[in-house]
């Protein structure tokens, strides 16, 4: 399905973590060297300002090369049939120069210009169908397969955020378009869709082997239904989009029905997060809690400011360094198997390139498929490493 080899893909997934240690002290110059020699990859993939660079020059470049032959072949004609074709031509090009000019031939692996022909390639295949149209559900639909395939296929992380989105939408639109009930449960049909989605993706990465290069896919959709659940319980979100959207009319020192619930969701959704966050070792959770937990100080600021902004500051400063405090505190001796220095320095992912870092400086083989920290060190019979109590 991927359109790159895994192998080579492992490769460059080590070289990051290789550099990272290499910056910090871990390894030194001879270990990064033979790194460098041992894991070295066929795939063009410079570094992310490198790729930002390119990403633009080759949307100016690409568009102004478009803009001239538009301008000589459509001279004469203002027929929206002729443009139509010219850029469904120009989007099936893009994506052919994509897969077998780039990635095929020339080896690239999100470069910048691979990035730059993907959207443009899709852009105008999209464009192209809906030259005249409203976005209707189709159009939705249309981009939540887009978003799907180009994150499967190019491990492009804008397709998982195009395919959630799409995604939401479509469940917004049909309640909404339902009218009536649907429309009054539409809050709680997020917080229990995408709280159970939520699990369900916990469930499917505990149980079944994912894909390395699909890691980050799943941290992504982690963060986007942790933050759509919230959403969906968020007393600000609420009561604005019931105003805006299904016409609810209040008075002054009126509340949206059963405003106690998204009050209540509002205060208790990011501790939920950060309790059970710091209890699982769950460094995501732990993250959005505390970025969600902001979100929740500016909805009260909002609606219930006391006038002097600076004491409100300093209030949700203190809320949030208490917090911080307590949790420091909480896990400065070991619980649940961890300890603050341990989760500090965990990474957004679970990435297991160590084990084969450690083996090259160190002079081992370990295999890439088996990463040591998936090993089961048990209880030895003679001390050492993950020795029990018999000798």
Excluded: C
């Excluded at 949307?59 to 443009?83: E, K, P, Q, R, Y």
């Excluded at 120009?90 to 999100?110: D, F, N, R, V």
């Excluded at 896990?331 to 300890?339: A, D, E, N, R, W």
């Amino acid at each position: 399905m991927i359109a790159y080899n895994p192998e080579e893909l492992k490769k460059i997934e080590i070289m990051d973590e290789a550099h990272s240690w290499h910056k910090s002290g871990v390894i030194d110059d001879d270990q990064w060297n033979v790194v460098t020699q041992e894991f070295s990859s066929n795939l063009y993939h410079p570094p992310i300002w490198l790729r930002v660079l390119l990403f633009i020059v080759t949307i100016i470049g690409v568009n102004a090369g478009m803009g001239l032959f538009a301008s000589t072949f459509l001279f004469n004609t203002d027929s929206d049939n002729a443009v139509r074709v010219l850029l469904a031509l120009a989007g099936i090009s893009y994506l052919l120069i994509l897969e077998l000019g780039l990635i095929k031939s020339k080896q690239h692996y999100k470069s910048g210009v691979s990035e730059a022909f993907l959207f443009l390639g899709l852009g105008q295949l999209i464009i192209t169908f809906y030259w005249d149209d409203d976005i209707s559900l189709f159009l939705v639909f249309i981009l939540l397969i887009a978003g799907v395939f180009i994150a499967l296929r190019y491990l492009n992380l804008i397709g998982v955020i195009i395919a959630a989105g799409a995604f939401a939408y479509l469940i917004f639109d049909t309640l909404y378009a339902i009218g009536g009930f649907a429309q009054a449960i539409i809050p709680m049909v997020f917080v229990v869709l995408f709280g159970i989605l939520y699990i369900l993706s916990q469930y499917v990465q505990k149980s079944f082997k994912i894909p390395f290069y699909y890691k980050n896919h799943f941290i992504l959709i982690d963060i986007i239904l942790l933050i759509l659940t919230y959403l969906g319980g968020n007393y600000l979100v609420v009561r604005e989009l019931s105003i805006e959207l299904m016409g609810l009319d209040l008075a002054p020192g009126e509340d949206i029905p059963f405003a106690f619930v998204f009050y209540f969701l509002t205060s208790v959704i990011p501790l939920i997060y950060l309790l059970i966050g710091l209890r699982k070792k769950n460094i995501i959770l732990i993250r959005t809690g505390v970025l969600i937990l902001f979100a929740s100080v500016i909805t009260f600021k909002y609606y219930y400011s006391s006038g002097h902004t600076e004491f409100t500051l300093t209030l949700a400063g203190s809320v949030v360094l208490g917090l911080a405090i307590w949790a420091l505190n909480y896990l400065k001796t070991m619980k649940h198997g961890y300890t603050r220095e341990q989760l500090l320095s965990d990474k957004w992912s679970n990435l297991n390139a160590e084990s084969i870092l450690v083996s090259s400086t160190m002079g081992g083989n370990a295999s890439i498929e088996e990463p040591m920290n998936d090993v089961d060190l048990g209880g030895g019979e003679f001390g050492g490493g993950g020795a029990g109590d018999q000798y």
